[in-house]
């Protein structure tokens, strides 16, 4: 149950789109169509962004996308805002009724 | 409106046990499987535990296996994690999450510190 590889941080200035990767294997973020991601402000709660791989809940901004191609899911932030600086955390089923996360990413708005 | 409160957590030596409860309410409670996510202030979220509707099925973290047990009341809308055994590396805030696939909604997190 290793956790899913995060970049430790990524920036960007007001407006700009970045994109943040969760790279796993075939045994979690492969095989399956269940990668979710998380935000989280300090001292704060998780909340969910993205779920199965693509889809928005409801309430979340349209400027978060999600993607995945082989063993690596990706988030996109369009449009930069202040408010989206926090933490990013990806979430994959495992197979074997277990779950892995991330290593956890800070975004930066400059 | 979902929401979930997690409760019990506290100081505890090492090798002591530790009851944590999650109240749930503003949805049916029955009809969803639940999650424990653990996180170390500053650090990764860390799975922790599983359980099905109705709680016939569970499933553990290989560094929990064998020391905690989840489990339901549904009668009363509340989520359990039974923590034995602990040690220093299990301190970390703790937190229940509903299952949507994978884990949704989240309460806001019960801290449990394992200290002499």
């Known amino acids: 149950q290793s956790a899913l590889t995060q970049p430790a941080s990524v920036s960007g200035s007001p407006g700009q789109s970045i994109t943040i990767s969760c790279t796993g294997t075939i045994s979690d973020v492969g095989g399956y169509d269940y990668v979710s991601w998380y935000q989280q402000h300090p001292g704060k709660a998780p909340k969910l962004m993205i779920y199965d791989v693509t889809k928005r809940p409801s309430g979340v901004s349209d400027r978060f996308s999600g993607s995945k191609s082989g063993n690596t899911a990706s988030l996109t932030i369009s449009g930069l805002q202040a408010e989206d600086e926090a933490d990013y955390s990806c979430c994959s089923y495992a197979g074997s009724s277990t779950y892995v996360f991330g290593t956890g990413t800070k975004v930066t708005v400059l | 409106e979902v929401q979930l409160v997690e409760s019990g957590g506290g100081l505890v030596q090492p090798g002591g046990s530790l009851r944590l409860s999650c109240a749930a309410s503003g949805f049916i409670f029955r009809s969803y499987w639940m999650h424990w996510v653990r996180q170390v202030p500053g650090e990764r979220l860390v799975w922790v535990s599983r359980i099905n509707a109705d709680g016939s099925e569970t499933s553990y973290a290989d560094s929990v296996k064998g020391r905690f047990t989840i489990s339901r009341d549904n009668a009363k809308n509340t989520l359990f994690l039974q923590m034995n055994s602990l040690r220093a590396d299990d301190t970390a805030v703790y937190y229940c999450?509903?299952?949507?696939?994978?884990?949704?909604?989240w309460g806001q997190g019960t801290l449990v510190t394992v200290s002499s």
């Open positions: 999450a509903r299952d949507g696939s994978l884990p949704d909604y």
